[in-house]
């Protein structure tokens, strides 16, 4: 059974930074598609950053250049590490996996809980 376990998020102030990760556990695909996506109360969710079988990142237009996506295969762990936090980057994120290399092949098979940022003013 897979099982994907968001942790770091925290409250900070802006201009701030955190890293959040996910450990998947049962999961068996770390060479397949992975990536964060976010939830702010009365928002849909959206997606943050994806990295792929291959190690491309593709970045939302609102994190680029501030947030990186990253994983360990060895430790089975994605990462987003956040710079330059704003109010707006307040929300749940959550962790997503495929079981394809190439994202946008097929959806999110599976989640994580969320780990919730909030960044002040």
């Known amino acids: 059974q897979v099982r994907l376990v968001e942790s770091g998020g925290g409250s900070v102030q802006t201009g701030g930074s955190l890293r959040l990760s996910c450990a998947a556990y049962?999961?068996?695909?770390?060479?397949?598609?992975m990536g964060w996506f976010r939830q702010a109360p009365g928002k849909e969710r959206e997606e943050v950053a994806t990295?792929?079988?291959?190690?491309?990142?593709k970045y939302a237009v609102a994190v680029k250049g501030r947030f990186t996506i990253s994983q360990d295969n060895a430790k089975n762990t994605l990462y987003l590490q956040m710079s330059s936090l704003k109010p707006e980057d307040t929300a749940m994120y959550y962790c997503?996996?495929?079981?394809?290399?190439?994202?946008?092949?097929?959806?999110?098979?599976?989640w994580g809980q969320g780990t919730q940022v909030t960044v002040s003013s």
């Open positions: 997503a996996a495929a079981s394809w290399r190439l994202c946008g092949a097929g959806p999110f098979n599976y």
């Open positions: 049962g999961y068996a695909y770390m060479s397949a598609c």
């Open positions: 990295i792929d079988g291959t190690g491309k990142p």
